[in-house]
């Protein structure tokens, strides 16, 4: 799944690190998310999205959705 994360956590100057503890998980959660290698869980993907002030959409695409 692609992300807009990376670009909306550098939009405020968050480190990953930063990022995860507003969050309630890992920098390292926080990169695998970043980089494709994780999904989020649902309620964690609402979190992010509310977080930004954005709708999940915006956050996230499916990439089998321009199929």
Do not use: Y
Request: glycine letters at 8%; one cysteine or more.
């Amino acid at each position: 799944m692609k992300n807009r994360l990376r670009v909306l956590r550098a939009e405020r100057e968050w480190s990953q690190l930063e990022l995860g503890g507003r969050l309630g998980v890992s920098r390292q959660a926080v990169n695998a998310i970043e980089t494709g290698k994780h999904d989020p869980s649902l309620p964690l993907a609402f979190r992010i999205a509310r977080l930004f002030g954005v709708r999940i959409e915006e956050v996230f695409e499916d990439e089998c959705a321009n199929d």
